[in-house]
């Protein structure tokens, strides 16, 4: 047997894939950890909302179809409060549409907004094919943990809770939020 018969593939990186930061209600200021994550990864790529300020799960989602066809590569998105909504809500679209080939290979759901307070619970409920994260709080004023953790069971996603950091935005004093960054990282060795 030869060495190159034992050499691993190499891990996955950042740079192989495009990454779509999907913001919640109000976007996320310069100091929220999305933001930062985008000052640090030029090449995140940020969805842009017509209103920030109004939750339209179906336009969200339609804004983030029209995002994912301008470019075919596989795609991370990395989410916050009703972003989450909306990524779990266009992929469910996009299965509907016949597509087990769609872009999005694999989604880290920080702090997701309850759908009950939205009533978009039944436009959620889907099992996500991919690999996914939530991250949650134990003091989310938008979800409280147990109900993050059964929304994580729901989508077939993976579940953290990071304590007491409330909407983990930027009241929560998470900086560049490095810990956030190596789960980033983690999720995409699960890529198959």
């Known amino acids: 047997m030869s060495l190159s018969s034992h050499v691993s593939p190499a891990p996955a990186r950042l740079s192989d894939f495009r990454v779509l930061v999907a913001p919640g209600l109000s976007d996320s200021g310069p100091e929220h950890w999305q933001s930062r994550w985008q000052r640090l990864y030029p090449a995140f790529e940020r969805v842009q909302q017509d209103d920030w300020e109004t939750p339209d799960l179906p336009a969200w989602s339609q804004r983030l179809g029209e995002v994912l066809a301008r470019d075919g590569r596989p795609t991370?998105?990395?989410?916050?409060s009703f972003g989450c909504l909306t990524t779990v809500q266009r992929t469910a679209a996009l299965l509907a549409e016949g597509g087990s080939a769609h872009p999005i290979v694999a989604a880290l759901l920080v702090a997701p907004a309850d759908p009950a307070k939205f009533s978009v619970s039944s436009a959620v409920r889907h099992r996500l094919p991919y690999p996914a994260l939530v991250v949650g709080s134990d003091n989310d004023p938008w979800m409280s943990a147990?109900?993050?953790r059964h929304w994580a069971e729901a989508w077939g996603a993976q579940f953290r809770s990071i304590g007491p950091r409330g909407h983990i935005n930027s009241e929560s004093?998470?900086?560049d939020w490095t810990q956030g960054q190596?789960?980033?990282?983690?999720?995409?060795?699960?890529?198959?």
């Open 76 to 80: 991370v998105i990395v989410a916050h």
């Open 146 to 148: 147990d109900r993050a």
């Open 173 to 175: 004093g998470l900086g």
């Open 182 to 192: 190596q789960w980033l990282l983690e999720l995409l060795e699960q890529i198959p």
